[in-house]
């Protein structure tokens, strides 16, 4: 499947960095049809690998020779918007590329709404899943992630905070949610969550502590960690303690998840106690000192493990952040700023890596604080800027 969108996205984006991509309206996509039965097995890795191809002079998607026209209501001109017009989004996964036209098709999640929306270029989103969800402190509908066999199963995961708990869901074909995991703690804060596969195929589960630190730190507790799981949402197989989900612990609010693309480096963002942090997960290891701290509380978001950086979402500042970074995984450089004034979209939250140099974001600009444009909220392909960025905000 990897190698298969790999080549499906640079063929979209090669059209887009060329400037000449057009999205023409397609029909409403059909229904999703019966999976089969799978034997079991191993996921591709998280990111794609490869580059996409870049336009001359490093122009990214969304950037032409003329200026893009400002959005028309839900109208928005710049060929790298998938998606207008949602509440502030929480989760974004790939689903599909036409090759011939490289329209995208995504899936896209809205926290305060609970619903699963598929989302293509100038066609109406359509809701695949609503989820009854508690929205009033940080919680909602937070995380999602695709099956690693997707192109088969078609199974989505979500994270989700109900009336009494926060648990991860299963989406199928055809059928209502199902859970998954349920009892991870719910409480007045600490409800978000986030999702992600590892290379190995297990389901990666990053939990808020409930408002309650000592939930963080208690090794029988679910919240506040990074849970690995399988498929059936017991411990998966090679775990740092036989019959435990932990991973690692000390989480408060997680905002991001992300696995290099060898699967060498998982990387977490928090809004610590007094910072927003960015951790590297270590097996069986509490996640101990912070890799970088923002103590200016930026928002950090989503993340993306690229080859040679760490890139950002903000969801509290517009625009993106990538931390140059070496092969063993520590940082060479202060944080680069990247799209914070009319080249980006404003304040992004959920961030997935499509391959080395490329991402797909969703915004939160409709978020209190945010300055929302008509067509805000949006789902978008962001192609790196050379050299990360603008260089220095930390």
């Known amino acids: 499947m990897s190698r298969l969108r790999g080549v499906?996205?640079?063929?979209?984006?090669?059209?887009?960095a060329a400037g000449c991509a057009s999205f023409p309206d397609q029909p409403a996509p059909a229904e999703w049809s019966a999976a089969q039965q799978l034997t079991p097995q191993a996921g591709p890795r998280p990111e794609l690998p490869g580059e996409l191809p870049r336009s001359p002079q490093g122009q990214q998607p969304g950037?032409?020779?003329?200026?893009?026209p400002p959005p028309e209501g839900c109208k928005d001109f710049n060929p790298a918007v998938v998606a207008t017009c949602l509440e502030p989004v929480s989760g974004v996964a790939?689903?599909?590329v036409n090759q011939s036209t490289?329209?995208?098709?995504?899936?896209?999640?809205?926290?305060?709404?609970?619903?699963?929306?598929?989302?293509?270029?100038?066609?109406?989103?359509?809701?695949?899943?609503?989820?009854?969800?508690?929205?009033?402190s940080d919680g909602g509908l937070t995380g999602l992630t695709l099956s690693p066999t997707y192109a088969e199963d078609q199974l989505v995961y979500a994270y989700v905070t109900t009336a009494t708990d926060n648990r991860v869901m299963r989406?199928?074909?055809?059928?209502?949610?199902?859970?998954v995991l349920t009892g991870i703690p719910k409480g007045p804060s600490g409800n978000r969550g986030v999702l992600a596969y590892d290379a190995t195929g297990a389901l990666l589960v990053a939990t808020g502590d409930a408002g309650n630190p000592a939930l963080a730190a208690d090794p029988n507790s679910l919240a506040g960690k990074v849970l690995r799981i399988d498929g059936t949402g017991q411990p998966a197989r090679g775990n740092p303690t036989a019959g435990s989900r932990v991973l690692a612990s000390g989480?408060?609010?997680p905002g991001g998840l992300c696995v290099s693309g060898d699967g060498s480096k998982t990387?977490?963002?928090?809004?610590?106690?007094?910072?927003?942090?960015?951790?590297?997960?270590?097996?069986?290891?509490?996640?101990?000192?912070?890799?970088?701290?923002?103590?200016?509380?930026?928002?950090?978001?989503?993340?993306?493990?690229?080859?040679?950086v760490v890139w950002l979402a903000t969801s509290g500042t517009p625009g993106t952040?990538?931390?140059?970074?070496?092969?063993?995984?520590?940082?060479?450089?202060?944080?680069?700023?990247?799209?914070?004034?009319?080249?980006?979209f404003g304040r992004l939250g959920p961030m997935v890596a499509l391959d080395d140099q490329t991402v797909l974001a969703g915004t939160v600009n409709k978020a209190p604080g945010g300055t929302p444009v008509s067509s805000d909220d949006r789902v978008v392909i962001i192609v790196r800027p050379p050299n990360g960025g603008n260089g220095g905000r930390d």
Do not use: H, N
Not at 63 to 68: C, D, G, I, L, N
Not at 171 to 179: E, L, Y
Not at 322 to 341: I, N, R
């Open 321 to 344: 952040l990538t931390l140059p970074m070496g092969p063993d995984g520590a940082f060479t450089g202060k944080p680069e700023v990247s799209m914070e004034g009319e080249d980006g």
């Open 267 to 308: 990387w977490v963002t928090d809004a610590g106690a007094s910072a927003d942090v960015l951790y590297r997960v270590e097996a069986g290891k509490p996640l101990g000192a912070p890799a970088w701290s923002w103590p200016e509380r930026p928002g950090i978001a989503g993340c993306a493990s690229m080859t040679d």
């Open 102 to 136: 490289g329209v995208v098709t995504a899936l896209a999640t809205e926290r305060t709404t609970g619903r699963l929306l598929r989302v293509t270029k100038d066609v109406d989103p359509v809701v695949v899943a609503g989820f009854e969800v508690d929205a009033t």
């Open 171 to 179: 989406v199928a074909p055809g059928d209502v949610p199902k859970p």
């Open 8 to 16: 499906l996205i640079g063929s979209a984006l090669g059209l887009l």
């Open 63 to 68: 950037q032409s020779q003329t200026p893009v």
């Open 94 to 96: 790939l689903v599909d």
């Open 251 to 253: 989480l408060r609010s």
